[in-house]
């Protein structure tokens, strides 16, 4: 795992010298995401600039160092990831080029993903690649510049203008040093953000970069100033729902399950591979548990698991990973986190991501992958599990919602609506605690009164992709918050798509896997791992996991009212069913409670009115109201007020205030 950063001047006019100081402050602002090395490789003739920080993972020696030339000298290439099938593809250029075989420099996934692109082109080459990655290639002879990223989203890549100069990095922080960086905030762009909690791809916080869309690449010619073609996809998410749904398995169930733990298995089995230690992050759930189990078969020695646990009850999963790690004979290491260490983390946010991010579960994200890399440099996880095997609860009552929206008048939705808000959240939840306790274990919730203000807020709903919208936000209407001229487009935000004749689940599960994979998920877990130099991975997120569990029909994916039966009978297989058996928790902090308590001061002082008057970006009174039904108990807002506050903060950090 590495990061990367570099420029090409659309008019060749810096010294060698410029070159090279404006790309060492580019790249020393990545020095967590590779502490172990550092290069750059500059060519006045053409205005180019290419640094990298290396986190060094396979072959430690200098011949994996970046920037790395092609073997005839034409290609540069700065690249961050891991190629996970770089040895069988090592194998296949050397079968088509037997003298190959003399010519390695080293045994590093980089050189043999560079060759192939040399010997193949870009596009067959991450046809064949089988990563997370992203890469910046620039070709000599032709005055091109590539980029490209994993089919998936896992690492990730910011491009545009500065000026004259064509900019791109692994982290926006880098691009910052560049002396033609406006960082001008886009308005468009911070309403989306209030509408998501992130700022969708391809859009960026600040005006002319963009975020490269996972599974595709991009070719910018410096002369075409301000110039930006749109990216071309060498693999999309949309293809492989189609000829999934297309071409459903039609075996016995347990042979789909079979199928999964061959190829799981071979996943986990390619993610191994390191010349550092390596361990996984263990909450209890079925998928880090699977994954874990997995990782057992194939080592030796026992795997180091670690967790974190809070004191606050329905946010500790510490006893479940606990259990798992025993039964499993793993390692383990487990942190029970103080609320003052967990609120340590808060100032660090906003550079720690770049961008405004509002998923409050950043903070336990961060804290266990400190507690991973006291003793190890690469760690496994279950992320994507959900996403790929209908695992969120959501997914299953917002159907029956869009069912009942389109059966039921709209006034009478209003009125119900009216009711549910009628009563204080905490009365809601006191009532709802005696009703959860006469329920099965498995349909219990730890915080029963949360959804009931959002469900309110979906039954005014015109249609199911409106549904789908309203659910994934924070909760603020983007057109009384912003003082802006409009909200950016996203994905979600169009008419129509390629998964509209697919269930209402499946296209849910669409959406999840366009734009809040991507852009929360996968962006939390990367920027808390490498802020502490952390390489994390992910075997559910293997492309051919993922086009598999397209394959597996809803009935096959759901039973009994749940999700992921696949993925639970693999994780049945190693562990016992009581130890897997519960209710669905989430990865969060306590931060309702935090915001009425240690965060109050600090909240306050970010959300008041005048404040937000005098910066102009939002509308004091909603802010001033949610503030105010939070902190006397009618209402939990601490969804919209943390993705107002993370705002707040990263605009105090970048200075713009």
Same mark, same amino acid.
């Given at each position: 795992?590495?990061?990367?950063?570099?420029?090409?001047?659309?008019?060749?006019?810096?010294?060698?010298?410029?070159? +090279?100081?404006?790309?060492?402050?580019?790249?020393?602002?990545?020095?967590?995401?590779?502490?172990?090395?550092?290069?750059? @490789?500059?060519?006045?003739?053409?205005?180019?600039?290419?640094?990298?920080?290396?986190?060094?993972?396979?072959?430690?020696?200098?011949?994996?160092?970046?920037?790395?030339?092609?073997?005839?000298?034409?290609?540069?290439?700065?690249?961050?990831?891991? $190629?996970?099938?770089?040895?069988?593809?090592?194998?296949?250029?050397?079968?088509?080029?037997? +003298?190959?075989?003399?010519?390695?420099?080293?045994?590093?996934?980089?050189?043999?993903?560079?060759?192939?692109?040399?010997?193949?082109?870009?596009?067959?080459?991450?046809?064949?690649?089988?990563?997370?990655?992203?890469?910046?290639?620039?070709?000599?002879?032709?005055?091109?510049?590539?980029?490209?990223?994993?089919?998936?989203?896992?690492?990730?890549?910011?491009?545009?203008?500065?000026? /004259?100069?064509?900019?791109?990095?692994? %982290?926006?922080?880098?691009?910052?040093?560049?002396?033609?960086?406006?960082?001008?905030?886009?308005?468009?762009?911070?309403?989306?953000?209030?509408?998501?909690?992130?700022?969708?791809?391809?859009?960026?916080?600040?005006?002319?970069?963009?975020?490269?869309?996972?599974?595709?690449?991009?070719?910018?010619?410096?002369?075409?100033?301000?110039?930006?073609?749109?990216?071309?996809?060498?693999?999309?998410?949309?293809?492989?729902?189609?000829?999934?749904?297309?071409?459903?398995? /039609?075996?016995?169930?347990?042979?789909?399950?079979?199928?999964?733990?061959?190829?799981?298995?071979?996943?986990?089995?390619?993610?191994?591979?390191?010349?550092?230690?390596?361990?996984?992050?263990?909450?209890?759930?079925?998928?880090?548990?699977?994954?874990?189990?997995?990782?057992?078969?194939?080592?030796?020695?026992?795997?180091?698991?670690?967790?974190?646990?809070?004191?606050?009850?329905?946010?500790? +999963?510490?006893?479940?990973?606990?259990?798992?790690?025993?039964?499993?004979?793993?390692?383990?290491?487990?942190?029970? $986190?103080?609320?003052?260490?967990?609120?340590?983390?808060?100032?660090?946010?906003?550079?720690?991501?770049?961008?405004?991010?509002?998923?409050?579960?950043?903070?336990?994200?961060?804290?266990?992958?400190?507690?991973?890399?006291?003793?190890?440099?690469?760690?496994?996880?279950?992320?994507?599990?959900? %996403?790929?095997?209908?695992?969120?609860?959501?997914?299953? @009552?917002?159907?029956?919602?869009?069912?009942?929206?389109?059966?039921?008048?709209?006034?009478?939705?209003?009125?119900?609506?009216?009711?549910?808000?009628?009563?204080?959240?905490?009365? @809601?939840?006191?009532?709802?605690?005696?009703?959860?306790?006469?329920?099965?274990?498995?349909?219990?919730?730890?915080?029963?009164?949360?959804?009931?203000?959002?469900?309110?807020?979906?039954?005014?709903?015109?249609?199911?992709? %409106?549904?789908? =919208?309203?659910?994934?936000?924070?909760?603020?209407?983007?057109?009384?918050?912003?003082?802006?001229?409009?909200?950016?487009?996203?994905?979600?935000?169009?008419?129509?798509?390629?998964?509209?004749?697919?269930?209402?689940?499946?296209?849910?599960?669409?959406?999840?896997?366009?734009?809040?994979?991507?852009?929360?998920?996968?962006?939390?877990?990367?920027?808390?791992?490498?802020?502490?130099?952390?390489?994390?991975?992910?075997?559910?997120?293997?492309?051919?996991?993922?086009?598999?569990?397209?394959?597996?029909?809803?009935?096959?994916?759901?039973?009994?009212?749940?999700?992921?039966?696949?993925?639970?009978?693999?994780?049945?297989?190693?562990?016992?069913?009581? =130890?897997?058996?519960?209710?669905?928790?989430?990865?969060? $902090?306590?931060?309702?409670?935090?915001?009425?308590?240690?965060?109050?001061?600090?909240?306050?002082?970010?959300?008041?009115?005048?404040?937000?008057?005098? %910066?102009?970006?939002?509308?004091?009174?909603?802010?001033?109201?949610?503030?105010? +039904?939070?902190?006397?108990?009618?209402?939990?807002?601490?969804?919209?007020?943390?993705?107002?506050?993370?705002?707040?903060?990263?605009?105090?950090?970048?200075?713009?205030?």
């Amino acid at each position: 795992m590495c990061g990367f950063a570099g420029f090409i001047d659309s008019r060749p006019q810096r010294s060698q010298e410029e070159l +090279e100081r404006i790309c060492r402050a580019m790249n020393q602002t990545l020095a967590h995401r590779g502490p172990d090395d550092a290069g750059q @490789w500059v060519d006045p003739g053409s205005g180019a600039a290419l640094g990298h920080r290396r986190l060094s993972i396979i072959d430690l020696s200098p011949a994996g160092s970046q920037p790395m030339f092609s073997h005839d000298g034409n290609l540069v290439l700065a690249y961050n990831g891991e $190629v996970y099938n770089f040895e069988e593809l090592r194998r296949r250029l050397e079968s088509g080029d037997p +003298e190959l075989a003399g010519r390695w420099r080293g045994r590093s996934d980089s050189e043999v993903l560079l060759q192939a692109i040399a010997a193949w082109g870009l596009e067959k080459a991450l046809q064949k690649a089988n990563g997370m990655f992203a890469l910046a290639l620039w070709d000599q002879r032709a005055r091109r510049l590539f980029l490209a990223r994993d089919r998936l989203g896992q690492k990730p890549l910011y491009y545009g203008w500065a000026g /004259s100069s064509l900019v791109f990095a692994s %982290e926006l922080k880098a691009l910052a040093p560049h002396p033609d960086f406006q960082g001008q905030v886009d308005r468009q762009a911070l309403a989306a953000y209030v509408r998501h909690g992130y700022v969708p791809t391809p859009h960026c916080i600040f005006q002319g970069l963009r975020k490269l869309a996972p599974g595709c690449m991009v070719c910018l010619d410096p002369t075409q100033r301000h110039a930006l073609p749109e990216p071309q996809a060498y693999w999309s998410l949309a293809q492989a729902m189609a000829q999934g749904l297309a071409n459903p398995l /039609s075996g016995p169930p347990q042979e789909a399950v079979d199928r999964l733990e061959e190829l799981l298995g071979d996943a986990v089995e390619m993610r191994m591979i390191s010349d550092v230690p390596l361990g996984a992050l263990l909450s209890g759930g079925i998928d880090s548990s699977t994954v874990v189990a997995l990782m057992g078969q194939r080592s030796s020695l026992p795997v180091r698991t670690f967790s974190i646990g809070f004191s606050h009850a329905g946010h500790d +999963e510490a006893p479940f990973a606990r259990q798992v790690a025993k039964h499993l004979g793993t390692e383990h290491t487990e942190l029970y $986190v103080s609320p003052e260490e967990a609120l340590d983390v808060v100032p660090l946010l906003p550079t720690m991501y770049d961008e405004p991010f509002g998923d409050s579960s950043q903070i336990p994200t961060y804290l266990v992958s400190r507690l991973a890399r006291e003793q190890v440099t690469v760690a496994l996880s279950g992320d994507g599990g959900d %996403e790929a095997f209908m695992g969120y609860d959501r997914y299953f @009552w917002a159907q029956r919602l869009a069912r009942f929206n389109r059966r039921a008048p709209l006034p009478l939705r209003r009125a119900l609506a009216g009711a549910l808000t009628a009563l204080p959240t905490k009365t @809601w939840d006191r009532l709802l605690r005696g009703a959860m306790a006469v329920l099965p274990r498995r349909l219990r919730k730890s915080n029963p009164a949360d959804n009931l203000d959002r469900v309110a807020s979906l039954l005014p709903c015109r249609d199911e992709r %409106e549904l789908y =919208l309203r659910l994934m936000s924070p909760g603020f209407d983007p057109a009384g918050l912003v003082r802006s001229s409009g909200e950016a487009g996203s994905i979600l935000s169009q008419a129509c798509g390629p998964e509209d004749a697919a269930p209402y689940e499946r296209r849910m599960m669409y959406w999840d896997g366009l734009s809040y994979l991507p852009d929360d998920i996968l962006v939390k877990v990367d920027r808390a791992s490498m802020a502490v130099s952390l390489e994390a991975r992910s075997p559910l997120l293997d492309y051919r996991v993922v086009e598999l569990a397209w394959r597996m029909p809803s009935s096959l994916l759901a039973r009994d009212g749940r999700g992921k039966w696949p993925l639970r009978q693999l994780a049945y297989r190693h562990l016992p069913r009581q =130890l897997l058996d519960r209710p669905k928790m989430g990865f969060g $902090v306590p931060l309702a409670a935090w915001l009425r308590g240690p965060l109050k001061d600090w909240g306050a002082a970010l959300l008041e009115p005048g404040r937000l008057e005098r %910066e102009g970006w939002f509308n004091p009174q909603p802010i001033a109201q949610a503030w105010s +039904e939070h902190q006397n108990g009618r209402r939990d807002r601490h969804h919209q007020l943390w993705a107002v506050l993370m705002f707040q903060a990263w605009l105090e950090s970048q200075s713009l205030v």
